[in-house]
């Protein structure tokens, strides 16, 4: 299983992005989802995770009411939209992969992707 992490780039705090992540590979499984971010020196830090069928959700209070996680299971990919970004969500985001439950524990998960640098000024 591989993931592709896309989508990050430069912008003012208040915009928006939004962030991308395919999975290829053995697809035919049913995998969680997640998104975590890390800056340098510090753990990496869960931001949202989705289940398989993409009914359950769960965000980082940190990111609660601005950020929305999704997935559109036929093209294998998770999105992440970000919006009201603010400077302290500076990092490189990570998409990862669960084979069986979602989580907000880095450990947990099975597959990762590369990461996507979002950097956001202010």
């Known amino acids: 299983v591989q993931l592709q992490a896309s989508g990050g780039g430069l912008v003012q705090a208040g915009g928006s992005l939004r962030l991308s992540c395919v999975l290829s590979?053995?697809?035919?499984?049913?995998?969680?989802m997640g998104w975590f971010r890390q800056v340098p020196g510090k753990e990496r830090e869960f931001v949202a995770t989705?289940?398989?069928?993409?009914?359950?959700?769960v965000y980082a209070d940190s990111v609660k009411g601005r950020f929305t996680i999704s997935r559109d299971n036929p093209k294998n990919t998770m999105y992440l939209q970000m919006n009201s970004l603010k400077p302290e969500d500076t990092a490189v985001y990570y998409c990862?992969?669960?084979?069986?439950?979602?989580?907000?524990?880095?450990?947990?998960?099975?597959?990762w992707g590369q990461g996507t640098l979002v950097t956001v000024s202010s």
């Open positions: 590979g053995r697809t035919s499984s049913s995998y969680a």
């Open positions: 990862a992969a669960d084979r069986h439950s979602y989580s907000n524990t880095p450990r947990e998960y099975d597959y």
């Open positions: 989705i289940s398989w069928s993409g009914t359950s959700t």
